[in-house]
């Protein structure tokens, strides 16, 4: 073990700031592009199944629908693809460590791209399918955080962990990887270092592991365990501070200390899974070369062959797709904005009603700025129309109550408006503050906070559905904003001018049947209609739920508890500490029973 060890350092060594560099760079722009396709071909699915959220009850009727398996297959080849061109890449990278050769990260890299070519050209796909579970072998602890918080996977591991039957299974399909692992534990270095045919490097793999088998097998779970464990010591550490933190800290503070908490657990999966992974290769290649009849027979130094011309164009072919790919998710965040789905991993998100209405005047810009800096998910404001038809944010039928004045929006000009001073009612520190163009407010949202655009209702005649969905497509903030009504019939105008731009109802009852209608994505209810059965109902039919307005800490622990999507709260620094609080108590009482078990 001693002899390997050393083994493993010196082929980490020769190029380990390479390997690193080209890991970080490689991972930290795949999984963000890889995240984004992937979100936007699930959303692409879930329209055309007519569902805007995915549940544990209605994820079988899902499945069923004869594209999205297709779809599902062609995100899941395309994660295998990126998987297979890293895993070659570090093989490659030990082979030149292996023949004290120097790579660079773009060498790394390029060397890679060629041999995944050489695979793809050789059809090699059962290569691949054991470097993949090898993968998963690899990374089960981190897979399993991250699916833990994904839904609706979350709720499908609950139901598989709560069925004695479904835990067997599972525990025999890991069984089983464990099969295929062993046995084809040097393929890969074979196949791709070797130069060796499948067949024949599956042979020479088995018989390699033989008479080592356990050795083998500990050496490979030894490594892996003993990075996982320094993983998770740090991540325990971090948690455990925060929680600390957590029921001694109070204020604006607390709210930021707790996203930064979120935070620190991805940057720590996503540096733990590059560690492990790379460990497991230089195990692997120390392995490989230590029990190899001699080091020349197994490749040797990386070298730039020119004897297969079409092999080097596929992989100019596979590097400029790469870069193609990167430069349009550059442009698409440029007119996007840097949003992640965070529908899919949040349980509960936090709408500030009216911007932050307990810190600033209501539907104003400092209200919208507040409600950014307390961390809320989204900021909800209302819309009303001009008499020269500009778009405008207020919320009352009249303006009395902001500015003193008992007549509506409609009856000014915008220029006649800014006029009005619509801050002093709230607070002598507001004074000046001003009604906002809706068209500033989404500027200044762009990227830093969500929209829940609520359409006043002025009659079936008004033109604001359809000015309100123009300015969001213009503004390319479709994926960032959502459109709210009670009005049914605004939000079938602003499903058939775009039906991607997602919609809510709102009601102020829970009666008849609207979990069904076709024009709306979410319900947004009174929070004091809200119910269980409500909530998986709505759930079932692919239906998200919002509460409002949600302001007492007892009543926002019982919509949490409940799984309500959303709750629309004048105080969103509240409602953070109050879903922090309870996430952090949740993931410290799991630890310590895992722990003390």
Known sequence: MKTLTKEMWQLLRQNLVS?????????GMILPMYMRLANRMLRWTLSLAGYSYLTAENF????????????????????GLLILLE???LITAFQGSACQQRLSPFSIFWHGLQKAAEEISRGNWRLGMVILVHYLLVNLLLIARCLSHIRPLNFVIQEVFSSSRLSSVLLLLLAGCVAVALPTAYVGFLCVAGQEEFSSSLCRSRQMVRGRAVFTAGALMLGNITVS?????????????????????????????????????RSILFFGGIVLIVFHFAFLGAMYYQYGEQRSNYGGAITRSRKDFMVRIKALAMG???????????????????????????????????????????????????????????VEMDVQMTRDQILVLAHDATLKRVAGINQPVSSFTWEELQLLEVGSWFSPEFAGERIPLLEDALEYCRGRINLNIE????GRDSRMPEKVVKMILDGGMAEQCVITSTSLDYLKQVKQQAPQVRTGYILSAAYGDFYSLEAIDFISIRASFVNRRLVEQAHAQGKAVHAWTVNSKGEMERLYRMGVDNMITDYPLLAREMIYREEATETLLEYLKMIFQ
């Open 229 to 265: 464990a320094v993983v998770v010591v740090i991540y325990l550490l971090s948690v455990t501070a925060m929680c600390m933190m957590l029921f001694t800290g109070h204020s604006l503070t607390l709210a930021r200390l707790l996203v930064i908490r979120e935070q620190i657990e």
């Open 19 to 27: 390997i690193f560099v080209f890991e970080f760079l490689y991972r």
């Open 320 to 378: 400029v797709m790469l870069l193609a790919s990167g430069f349009a998710y550059g442009v698409d965040l440029f007119y996007h904005g840097f949003t992640l789905p965070d529908e899919i991993f949040a349980n509960t998100q936090i709408t500030a009603h009216r911007g932050s209405s307990k810190t600033a005047p209501e539907n104003t810009m400092a209200a919208i700025k507040a409600a950014v800096e307390e961390m809320a998910d989204w």
């Open 87 to 89: 895993a070659f890449a």
């Open 60 to 79: 079988t009727r899902f499945l069923i629908r004869p594209w999205v398996l297709p779809a599902l297959l062609a995100i899941g080849l395309l994660g």
């Open 455 to 458: 359409i006043k209702n002025v």
